[in-house]
């Protein structure tokens, strides 16, 4: 029955690592490494049984990393365009290889990977990886390539700032300058390439994607008339990207998620999502677009979901955070209700902060009621970051990341509330096997329940505003409803207990078909079972715990 998609993402350099000297800026023989073979059966079976339909193995594809790999006759990467030990997962190296730190054994990495794949889809879970469109690595060099594919920029003609059959920009013969980024590095690279943000000049800041070079797909930022296309004849870059997806493809790969999808322009997109589609009718692309204006834009061109991040993640976390009323959910989700099927929700990632971070919330249970809305509100896909569902801090001083409420992507570490639960399971406190059991039902509401997975949706909240007994400050009521089971959630953002009336009116009971009679409605977080009166028009009264929900089940 499951249809809607509930992604775990998991970054599989920390998620099997036990290793617990966490040393700041440790290298990988400090600190070490979890591996693909951390990945057992059981503990993917155990992933599917909550629920989840898909796994997001993030930074597999091999990247810039300070660890010496040469003896495997791999590329070693210059320090100094490289962030952190470890190096982030979005400067990729060779998209046709895999990242040999995941190795028990380097030399049979693809081998173990592909071992991974079949593990995974034997529990039961489809194989989500990153493709990262936009940039690659500054050394990016493909020792993994298939015979007769050529390297990006290998026939690159850079005496050009632009070309349609370059795969790279440069910087008009200029040297790249790294003097913002570290004084006198030794780092050479003649002509600099431009930028992976954009940057199309020599001296990239700080602040930049410095690690990265932008690619090139057809398009001239800097002529001069402004940005122009060029699409035909087809851009060298468009094929040469088209074959690592359709290389990924082939070895089982079912979605792929597309780091920065709105810097590459939408005709390649069509071009190639369409080209993946017919060879492979079952590969779905979830697209990191972060302009609203876009979005019906970027699904046209083929993508299946995308991220709404500045939406409805932005509008929960202010409500969470008490910087907005409840009422902004129903503004968010009006905004892309044409396409709200295509609208990937999360609450973390490994670009946002930790929700009980410092940052965040300092407490995960607090968030909870805006899981459930992420959760339970449409029938389109949910996310969760490993370690959201014991409550990770991210408040670790890792390295290069810092201490900044996020999970480090750039260096060798351990989570510790995953150090515990993998490794000493009673060690967790009772606070967080309490919040891992809440997403443990949350998520089985979520797959198992038919209402959730098929049912329409309708909003409480305009027959509940000016109300003296519901608060739209921290009161958010929905139904889900199909044609006999009826779903009627009422979350609590505030930090006390409410009795809340919930004002049914009389257009729901036409759209849901409800009946006028008293109901017995279960909880199905808590098993309780409550009598609830239908009435047109009229309130019905029920206790919502503070940062809680109600979750009730009826028939009519």
């Known amino acids: 029955m499951q249809h809607k998609l509930l992604v775990y993402q998991v970054l599989p350099r920390l998620f099997g690592n036990m290793n617990p000297t966490r040393k700041e800026s440790g290298s990988v023989a400090e600190n070490g490494c979890g591996k693909f073979s951390a990945f057992t059966l059981a503990r993917l079976k155990a992933l599917r ?57 380097v030399p049979c990495r693809m ?56 795969n790279f920009y440069y910087c008009w013969g200029q040297p790249l ?29 700080k602040s930049d994607w410095y690690e990265t070079i932008k690619l090139n797909y057809g398009i001239d930022y800097c002529d001069a008339g402004g940005r122009s296309e060029h699409f035909s004849p087809m851009p060298r870059t468009w ?67 995308l991220y709404d991040k500045v939406g409805m993640y932005d509008c929960l976390r202010s409500v969470v955070r008490g910087e907005c009323d409840a009422t902004a959910i129903t503004q968010v989700w009006q905004a892309t209700d044409d396409i ?47 370690g959201q569902e014991y409550g990770e801090r991210g408040m670790d001083k890792e390295g290069f990341s810092g201490v900044d409420g996020r999970t480090t992507i750039f260096d060798y570490w351990a989570l510790d509330t995953l150090l515990r639960a993998q ?6 406190t009772s606070t967080e096997l309490q919040l891992k059991k809440c997403y443990e039902k949350l998520l089985r509401i979520a797959a198992e329940e038919k209402v959730i997975q098929e049912g329409e949706f309708f909003d409480l909240m305009y027959a509940n505003l000016n109300r003296s007994d519901f608060d739209t400050h921290t009161e958010y009521a929905f139904i889900r409803h199909t044609e006999h089971d009826k779903l009627l959630v009422i979350v ?25 009679c008293n109901v017995k409605a279960c909880d199905l977080l808590t098993g309780a079972v409550v009598e609830l009166p239908l009435r047109r028009d009229a309130a019905l009264y029920v206790d919502v715990p503070a940062f809680g929900m109600r979750i009730l089940k009826f028939s009519v």
Not at 50 to 78: C, E, K, M, N
Not at 351 to 371: C, K, M, N, W, Y
Not at 423 to 428: R, S
């Open 49 to 105: 049984s909550q629920g989840f339909s898909h796994i997001w193995y993030t930074g597999v594809l091999r990247h810039a990393t300070q660890t010496d790999y040469s003896a495997f006759r791999i590329p070693r990467q210059h320090a100094d365009v490289v962030k952190g030990k470890a190096g982030s997962p979005y400067a990729v190296v060779d998209y046709y290889d895999v990242d040999p730190d995941l190795a028990d054994d």
């Open 111 to 166: 081998q173990e990977w592909q071992a991974l794949i079949a593990r995974t889809h034997a529990a039961g879970l489809k194989v989500m990886i990153d493709f990262v469109p936009n940039h690659v690595a500054r050394e990016y060099q493909s020792v993994a390539k298939p015979t007769g594919i050529s390297d990006l920029g290998e026939k690159d003609d850079v005496s050009k700032h632009f070309s349609v059959q370059n």
């Open 340 to 386: 709200h099927t295509h609208m990937l929700y999360f609450l973390e990632n490994h670009d946002e902060q930790r929700i009980a971070s410092d940052f965040f919330t300092h407490d995960g249970q607090r968030a909870l009621p805006a899981v459930v809305v992420a959760l339970l509100l449409r029938t389109n896909p949910f996310m969760l970051y490993f």
């Open 239 to 305: 094929m040469m990207m088209l074959d690592i997806l359709l290389f990924w493809a082939s070895k089982g790969i079912d979605a792929f998620r597309c780091d920065m999808a709105e810097m590459v322009p939408a005709a390649f997109w069509q071009y190639a999502t369409s080209e993946v589609k017919r060879l492979f009718p079952h590969v779905s692309f979830i697209g990191e677009v972060y302009n609203p204006s876009l979005y019906r834009l970027y699904i046209r061109s083929g993508f299946d979901y």
């Open 492 to 516: 609590n953002f505030a930090s006390e207990d409410k009795f809340t009336g919930v004002f049914l009116p009389a257009h729901a009971f036409d759209c849901c078909r409800l009946s006028l």
């Open 177 to 205: 300058n790294l003097e913002n980024i570290t004084k006198h590095s030794s780092y050479i690279e003649q002509p600099a390439k431009a930028t992976g943000n954009d940057c199309f000049h020599a001296t990239p800041q």
């Open 423 to 428: 490794a000493v399971p009673q060690q967790l």
